[in-house]
């Protein structure tokens, strides 16, 4: 199936996640400007982000259910007043523990609802399972093009207004999640003629329990883990380690806006690689070519070429995990409850996200040095590449019917 054949839905989904996914990526060159606003050290804000991660994932399960339940529609318009809610308290806030509610609640809310798991079920229902994870990956690719479009766009605001101004302009951009959501047809509606046929046979208990005993289905969370500390570690945190070598904010900026445009690439190569190859494999290719590059990083002196390089290369294979991931939950437990099952992989993507923008704070306030954490990142990227080797990427045999009628 050529992209262009693709069903609305998933171009809406698309133009969702460019606005969501673009925002969130942003965040890190705020942490200097709202750390010397509230004269609180970089583990502040590292753990405001870091929370909001952790409850990105949180809710995700429960927001995938209802979106499994209810349609995608409802839940995105939803996710969207919250999240520009949250960046609207986060621009007025007078004391820094407000931001915990505002940019760390709020905003983790609304992520986990105008998000990769929520749109991803959307699309899951509309494209057949051969295209899976073509259409996964060009989706993916969509919050890398908001990455790539939307940071410089936060640097430019950053240098001509404030901070405040500039998450306030944010909180509108939501409005625009909101007008695409409108045009989403409802779950109901998705699973209409020209839909693939969904087994409807199975229960939500039944399922969660056939992915719970599957061994290969906690394999895929580890992977998930290791790839939500690498994310939110280099996304935080890239800017001040650059600002600490003496480059110029906008190398920062640049160096994440590669990591965004490589990753519109990357994203739609490794989806398009799970469909022809063993998903596993691909997997472990992945995380290899990101222990490469950021050994090569830390190893070579932190000049503007190398930190604009590494943003390219490590952007590459950043969220090429995403259509292979969820392609591979897909594929081994069916599109019925991938919201739900997808939600629960992105909960443990996302305490790695927790952890890694957190202890990457941690660490730097108590080493004054990120080389740790640095090489820490390194070692798990290894491990990660083994973890899919084991994997039992077959459908799991089910019975023609689970329980009575």
Not at 264 to 279: A, V
Not at 333 to 342: D, I, Q, V, W
Not at 368 to 390: E, N
Request: glycine fraction near 10%.
């Amino acid at each position: 199936m050529s992209i262009f054949r693709f069903p609305l839905l998933v171009w809406l989904g698309i133009g969702i996640l460019i606005f969501s996914l673009g925002i969130r990526q942003s965040f890190g060159i705020f942490m200097m400007p709202i750390s010397d606003t509230f004269g609180t050290g970089r583990e502040f804000f590292s753990f405001a982000i870091a929370l909001q991660n952790l409850l990105f994932g949180f809710f995700q399960p429960f927001i995938g259910m209802a979106s499994d339940r209810f349609g995608s529609k409802k839940i995105i318009i939803g996710g969207a007043i919250a999240y520009g809610l949250g960046l609207y308290l986060t621009s007025i806030a007078t004391h820094p523990s407000m931001l915990y509610l505002s940019i760390g609640a709020l905003v983790g809310l609304g992520l986990s609802a105008t998000s990769y798991v929520i749109i991803l079920g959307a699309i899951a229902r509309v494209v057949p399972a051969e295209h899976t994870a073509k259409a996964f990956g060009l989706t993916t690719s969509a919050g890398s093009f908001g990455m790539f479009a939307v940071i410089p766009g936060a640097q430019a605001l950053l240098n001509q207004f404030n901070w405040q101004t500039a998450m306030q302009i944010f909180a509108l951009l939501c409005c625009v999640m909101i007008a695409f959501a409108t045009f989403m047809k409802t779950a109901k509606q998705d699973s209409a003629k020209d839909a693939p046929v969904v087994d409807d046979s199975q229960t939500l208990k039944e399922a969660l329990k056939e992915a719970f005993t599957n061994k290969s289905y906690w394999l895929i969370h580890m992977g998930f883990f290791v790839c939500g500390f690498h994310v939110m570690f280099i996304a935080t945190h890239l800017p001040s380690y650059l600002a600490d070598k003496g480059l110029p904010a906008q190398t920062a900026a640049m160096a994440l806006a590669y990591v965004g445009i490589f990753n519109i690439f990357g994203s739609y190569f490794w989806g398009i690689m799970g469909d022809r190859f063993d998903k596993r494999y691909v997997m472990t290719a992945l995380y290899l070519v990101r222990t490469l590059v950021i050994g090569a990083f830390v190893t070579l002196p932190v000049t503007v070429d190398t930190a604009v390089i590494f943003g390219g290369a490590i952007g590459f294979c950043w969220l090429g995990t995403v259509p292979l991931t969820s392609g591979l939950v897909r594929q081994i437990f069916g599109a019925r409850y991938l919201s739900t099952l997808y939600g629960l992989v992105f909960f443990s993507h996302q305490v790695g996200s927790f952890l890694g923008a957190w202890v990457g704070g941690r660490i730097y306030d108590y080493y004054h040095s990120y080389t740790p954490i640095w090489w820490l990142t390194v070692v798990m990227a290894f491990i990660a590449a083994l973890i899919h080797l084991p994997i039992n990427d077959k459908p799991v045999p089910r019975l023609t019917a689970h329980h009575a009628s």
